[in-house]
């Protein structure tokens, strides 16, 4: 067992790894996304359109804000500058995103298909890296960290107990939401093998998916 406590204690010593990953990937993601809808016009066209069907108001002006926020705050979350602001900045994007467009685009009666319906959609997924890395902070390997105790002389002062209980708050969150989501989908599969097999076809291009194979796929997520 002695080899098992050694390699969870060097996993323990990697968490900055997982959060680089998470910060640089998210942040690209949010920067390219407001790249494109602020340098090509297809792209800032569709984003107008969005906003005119989720009936936003101002759409011309929120179509370049929010364009604005997703480049500039999805680089700075990849340089991991300024990144309790960033967070919180894209997370208010999320969030009006999901309350404009993705939950009016759900369908199901059921309060269970509902939820599954709910947890498919990326922009939670957005949503939930960001809180995590509002908890968590940026890492190490990032300009905060570089910086920020010669700005801001206090936060030299947080020892590492305070920090190791920050990351483990931000880490129960994210375990607890990920354990939700792969728990509603499992159930799912069992309750509607017919729209898991669609949302494999529609979102993988994964074909003849029937109720069989669904409950095989189900049953291996329990375990």
Same mark, same amino acid.
């Given at each position: 067992m002695f080899w098992i406590r050694t390699f969870l204690s060097e996993l323990n010593a990697c968490q900055w790894v997982g959060v680089l990953v998470a910060r640089v990937a998210g /942040?690209?993601? !949010? !920067?390219?996304?407001?790249?494109?809808?602020?340098? $090509?016009?297809?792209?800032?066209?569709?984003?107008?359109? &969005?906003? *005119?069907?989720?009936? +936003?108001?101002?759409? %011309?002006?929120?179509? +370049?804000? *929010?364009?604005? *926020?997703? !480049? =500039? !705050? /999805?680089?700075?979350? +990849?340089?991991?500058?300024?990144?309790?602001?960033?967070? =919180?900045?894209?997370?208010? =994007?999320?969030?009006?995103? @999901?309350?404009? &467009?993705?939950?009016?685009?759900?369908?199901? &009666?059921?309060?269970?298909?509902?939820?599954?319906?709910?947890?498919? +959609?990326? %922009? *939670?997924?957005?949503? $939930? @890296?960001?809180?995590?890395?509002?908890?968590? /902070?940026?890492?190490w390997l990032s300009i905060d960290h570089l910086y920020s105790p010669k700005l801001v002389p206090s936060i030299s002062k947080v020892n590492s107990l305070d920090d190791r209980g920050r990351v483990g708050i931000a880490l129960l969150v994210l375990r607890v939401t990920v354990f939700l989501v792969m728990f509603v989908w499992t159930i799912d599969k069992f309750v509607r093998p017919a729209y898991a097999a669609s949302v494999y076809e529609h979102f993988y291009s994964l074909q003849g998916f029937g109720p069989g194979l669904i409950y095989v796929i189900g049953r291996s997520w329990c375990s």
């Open positions: /942040g690209l993601l !949010f !920067f390219l996304s407001g790249r494109g809808k602020l340098f $090509v016009p297809e792209r800032r066209k569709q984003m107008r359109e &969005t906003l *005119v069907a989720a009936k +936003v108001p101002f759409p %011309d002006f929120n179509a +370049v804000f *929010v364009s604005i *926020v997703e !480049f =500039v !705050f /999805g680089f700075l979350l +990849v340089l991991g500058l300024a990144t309790p602001l960033a967070c =919180v900045m894209l997370s208010c =994007v999320m969030i009006v995103a @999901i309350a404009t &467009t993705a939950i009016q685009n759900i369908k199901a &009666t059921s309060p269970l298909a509902w939820l599954s319906e709910f947890l498919y +959609v990326p %922009d *939670v997924l957005y949503l $939930v @890296i960001l809180f995590w890395l509002f908890l968590s /902070g940026p890492g």
